[in-house]
Every structure is written in structure tokens, then in C-alpha cells.
């Protein structure tokens, strides 16, 4: 079982919907993940990060974490094209504080206007 | 501004010769990673320093070495390049405030080993 799994799209997604991203991963210890944005040529960007059960809100973004069906998902409100671009979970093997990170392969989202 | 500069940001060399990509930051962070990024591999993570003269392995370490003198410095050194290095890397800095989490990625550096 690969250590972090995303769906690798690309996810198709209407002006103004929700854009549901969703990662899953093996290491039932890890502590801490975090979401990020890639657009093309560019290099990674940190939108999200979260480490409590449950659902963590910022502007458009939501990531919810489930530990114990070990899951992350990043919603994404009133998708706007601009939002079109390669999204990477990664989950921290670290403990608070670390970057010891583990990516995902990506899913790459387009908002169709 | 938030700053994390890269050098090279282009680089074609050839096997066995000794290269040195620099990363350099702004912010006082303590954190600092190297990544490379590879078609259909993805993201992974080379080596990180949690402060001067602190640096431990990554996901995929071997070929590669770093060091930590100062704070906003953290080279990466290819001593003996591989094909197989070819690559797209990443430096980033990052805080350690463990509630808030803070990361900035460099521009890239796009290494090609002939």
C-alpha cells in the first residue's frame, strides 16, 4: 500500500461548485497534514495544514481529517478557475513542529468556466 | 518579502561532475528541506535541517549531501551527478511554531545530467 494515495484526476469541476479532494494514507501514527497548491511550473504553495479531527475552515478552503479511517479531504467553496491546479496532500511523519513530509502524487483539478 | 532564493534555476551538466544547488531564505526560519519532483514519482523529500549544524535523511537521500552552517543557508551537493538525478528541486523554508505552520517553497532548480 502506497504511503499517500490521491485520485490523480483531473477532476472536472463547474464555476461555483464544490470541489471535493480527497487523499488517503497508510501511517495510522502520523500527526499533522497539510494541503498544497501547484500551478503549472510552479512550485508548490501551502494552502492548508491540520492535525484535529474534524473540519478546519480558511476563506474557501475546508480540509477535513478522519485519523481513524486515516483520510484527509480539502473542499473547495465557489470554485473559481483560478483554482485550476495540481493539489498535494502530505502527511507529516514528524512530530509538532516538523516538516518530515510524505506527498501524495497530486490531483489535478480544472474549473471549467 | 518572503524569500526563498534558488541557484542555479537551470542546470545541464554531466555525469561525475560535483555540483552545488544553493537555497538561500529571509525569514529566520529554523526548518529547511530539499525536495525533488519527478514525473509519475511525485514530490519526495531529499534531506531537512531543523537548525544549524542539525540535519537528518529524507525519503530519498542517496546521492546527495547538505550542510548547515548558517541559519538562511542550506546548499545541496551532488558530488558525483547520475542521470537518474535529473530532476526538478525544490528548497523550502519553514517555521516552527508547533500550532501554526508556516512553508515557502524556493522557484525551483531544473537539473538535467547527461
Known amino acids: 500500500q502506497k504511503e499517500v494515495e490521491q485520485n490523480s484526476g483531473p477532476l472536472s469541476v463547474p464555476e461555483g461548485a464544490i470541489a471535493s479532494l480527497n487523499c488517503t494514507y497508510s501511517d495510522r501514527g502520523s500527526q499533522s497534514f497539510f494541503w498544497y497548491r501547484q500551478y503549472s511550473g510552479k512550485s508548490p504553495e501551502l494552502i492548508m495544514f491540520i492535525y484535529s479531527n474534524g473540519d478546519k475552515e480558511d476563506g474557501r478552503f475546508t480540509a477535513q481529517l478522519n485519523k481513524a479511517s486515516q483520510y484527509v479531504s480539502l473542499l473547495i467553496r465557489d470554485s473559481q478557475p483560478s483554482d485550476s491546479a495540481t493539489y498535494l496532500c502530505?502527511?507529516?511523519?514528524?512530530?509538532?513542529?516538523?516538516?518530515?513530509?510524505?506527498f501524495g502524487k497530486g490531483t489535478k483539478l480544472s474549473v471549467i468556466p | 518579502e518572503a524569500q526563498v532564493t534558488q541557484n542555479p534555476r537551470y542546470l545541464i551538466t554531466v555525469t561525475g561532475k560535483k555540483l552545488t544547488v544553493t537555497c538561500s531564505q529571509n525569514m529566520n526560519h529554523e526548518y529547511m528541506s530539499w525536495y525533488r519532483q519527478d514525473p509519475g514519482l511525485g514530490l519526495r523529500q531529499i534531506y531537512y535541517?531543523?537548525?544549524?549544524?542539525?540535519?537528518d535523511k529524507g525519503d530519498v537521500p542517496e546521492g546527495y549531501k547538505v550542510s548547515r552552517k548558517e541559519k538562511r543557508n542550506f546548499p545541496l551537493i551532488l558530488e558525483s551527478p547520475s542521470p537518474n538525478q535529473t530532476s526538478l528541486y525544490f528548497c523550502a523554508s519553514s517555521s516552527i511554531f508547533t500550532s501554526e505552520y508556516e512553508q515557502y517553497f524556493g522557484p525551483g532548480t531544473r537539473l538535467t545530467v547527461t
Open positions: 535541517s531543523m537548525n544549524v549544524e542539525v540535519t
Open positions: 502530505a502527511v507529516n511523519k514528524g512530530g509538532a513542529g516538523s516538516y518530515q513530509l510524505t
